[in-house]
C-alpha cells in the first residue's frame, strides 16, 4: 500500500486520530473474544470431546447459553459451553461498541445529524442483543 | 462422529474458507454454511448461527487495517447501516417463518449470483459527476488517499443504494452471510463510489449487520458452542493468514478455483432445497 498517510484532520474535520482508536478497538476485541472462545473450546472438547455429535435436527440451545446475564452467570460458573458462548457475546459486542465509539466522536465534532442517525443504529443493536426480538 | 472429530473437520474446512476467501476478497462466509449442511449434515439454524459468528470476526479483523488506510467512509457506511441493521432485524424475524428448503434455494441463487460477479470487472465510472442533491444534505462526499494525494469524490443514487442495502441486510440475517457482494453493487454500481471506497467501507459495515441479526439468533438458540467455536477460530486464521500472504494481489487461478467450489455448492444447495433434502 503506497498510498500516502493522511494527514490527521481532512477538509472534513474527519478525525483519524478516532478512527485508529476505533481500528485498535476492533482488533483487541476480536483478539479478546478469539482468546475467550479457544479456552472454553479446548475445556468442551477436554469434558465432552467424545460425546456423539447429534447436530442434524434443530433442538435449540439451553435457555442457560440464550440471554446475556445468564451467559455471563454459567461462564463464570466455569462451564465450558457457557465460556465459549462468552467469548462469541464478546465477539458480537465488538461491533457494537464501534458504533458507541463513533457516536462519541460525532458528539465531539457536535454533528447534529450523524448523532441521530448512529443512534438509531445502536438502538437497532441493542435492542437485538438485549430483547434478541425481531 | 465425536464432539471432538467433527470440531477438528470444521475448523479445517473454515481454515481453508477463510484463507481461499481472503486470497479472492469474496469472504468466506459464503461456503461455511453450505459446507456444514451439505457435507456433516448439520441443521441449517445452527449453520447459519456459527456463520453469522465467523463473519463478525473476519470484518472486524479486517476492519481494523482498513479504517488506518483512511478509505473507509465512516458517514456513508453509518448512513448505509441503518438500512442494512433494520433489514437484519428483518430477516432475522421472517427466518422463524421461511421453510429451510426454500432457504436453501435462495443460498444457492446468491451463490450463483456471487461466482457470476466474481468474474466481472469492477465498474470504471468517474466519481466527479455532479452529486446527489441527498448526498450533499448528507454530507456523504468526501476525499480517499491516491498517490498524488488525497482526491474528493461525490456520491451518486443514495435512494437506491440505501434500498439495496435493506436486501443486503436481509440477505445477511437469513442466510447467515457478510453479503459484501450486495454491499459493494450497492456503492460500487449504485452510488458510483471509488473502488477502494466501497470495499472497505462494505467491510467495515459487514460486522454490524451481522451483529444485528446475530443478537436475535443468539437469543433463539441458533448459536451452539460446540459448533461456533471452531468454525469462528478457524475461519478468523484462514482469514489472517490470507491477508498476510497476499495484501490486493489476486491470482486469477485461486480466484478460479474458489468460484468452481461456489458453484459446484450452488447446485448442491439448489438440488437439496428442490428436491426438499434440507
Known amino acids: 500500500m503506497s498510498a500516502p498517510r493522511p494527514s490527521p484532520l481532512n477538509s472534513e474535520g474527519h478525525d483519524y486520530r478516532v478512527e485508529q482508536i476505533i481500528g485498535r478497538l476492533l482488533q483487541l476485541g476480536v483478539l479478546a473474544a478469539a482468546l ?36 455471563i452467570g454459567s461462564a463464570f460458573h466455569g462451564d465450558s459451553r457457557g465460556i465459549v458462548q ?49 | 462422529m465425536t464432539i471432538s472429530l467433527l470440531a477438528l473437520l470444521l475448523a479445517i474446512g473454515s481454515f481453508g474458507a477463510g484463507l481461499l476467501g ?53 458517514r456513508i457506511g453509518i448512513f448505509l447501516e441503518v438500512a442494512t441493521t433494520v433489514g437484519a432485524l428483518v430477516g432475522a424475524a421472517l427466518a422463524g ?31 466527479d459527476l455532479p452529486p446527489d442533491p441527498l448526498a450533499v444534505r448528507l454530507r456523504l462526499n468526501s476525499t480517499y488517499p491516491t498517490a498524488g494525494g488525497m482526491r474528493p469524490y461525490s456520491v451518486q443514487g443514495v435512494k437506491s443504494g440505501f434500498s439495496l442495502m435493506f436486501i443486503a441486510g436481509v440477505l445477511s440475517a437469513l442466510l447467515g452471510i457478510g453479503s459484501g457482494i450486495v454491499k459493494v453493487l450497492a456503492m460500487d454500481r449504485r452510488m458510483k463510489l471509488p473502488f477502494k471506497v466501497s470495499t472497505t467501507t462494505s467491510n467495515f459495515m459487514i460486522g454490524v449487520t451481522a451483529a444485528a441479526s ?18 469462528m477460530l478457524g475461519v478468523l486464521s484462514g482469514a489472517l493468514l490470507g491477508a498476510r500472504i497476499l495484501a490486493g494481489a489476486r491470482t486469477l487461478w485461486l480466484r478460479r478455483l474458489f468460484t468452481t467450489v461456489v458453484v459446484v455448492l450452488a447446485f448442491e444447495m439448489l438440488y437439496k432445497g428442490l428436491r426438499g433434502g434440507l
Open chain 2, 214 to 231: 446475530a443478537g436475535v439468533y443468539l437469543h433463539r438458540g441458533y448459536i451452539e458452542p460446540a459448533l461456533a467455536f471452531p468454525v
Open chain 2, 97 to 127: 417463518f421461511i421453510s429451510t428448503n426454500a432457504l436453501a434455494v435462495l443460498f444457492g441463487l446468491v451463490l450463483l449470483y456471487t461466482a457470476y460477479r466474481s468474474f466481472s470487472a469492477p465498474d470504471e465510472h468517474s466519481t
Open chain 1, 86 to 134: 462468552l467469548g462469541l457475546l464478546l465477539l458480537i459486542a465488538t461491533p457494537v461498541a464501534r458504533v458507541a465509539l463513533t457516536l462519541g466522536a460525532f458528539v465531539i465534532q457536535r454533528d447534529r445529524l450523524y448523532i441521530f442517525t448512529t443512534s438509531i443504529v445502536l438502538v437497532l443493536l441493542l435492542y437485538g442483543l438485549i430483547w434478541g426480538r425481531a
Open chain 1, 36 to 71: 475467550v472462545v479457544l479456552i472454553g473450546g479446548v475445556m468442551l472438547l477436554i469434558h465432552s470431546g467424545s460425546d456423539v455429535a447429534a447436530f442434524q435436527t434443530f433442538r435449540g440451545e439451553s435457555a442457560a447459553l440464550r440471554s446475556v446475564t445468564a451467559i
Open chain 2, 22 to 74: 481472503a486470497l479472492t476478497g469474496l469472504g468466506g462466509g459464503l461456503v461455511i454454511v453450505p459446507m456444514m449442511t451439505l457435507l456433516f449434515h448439520i441443521d441449517l439454524r445452527y449453520a447459519i448461527g456459527a456463520s453469522l459468528v465467523s463473519v463478525i470476526a473476519t470484518s472486524s479483523g479486517a476492519a481494523a487495517a482498513y479504517v488506518r488506510e483512511g478509505f473507509t467512509n465512516v
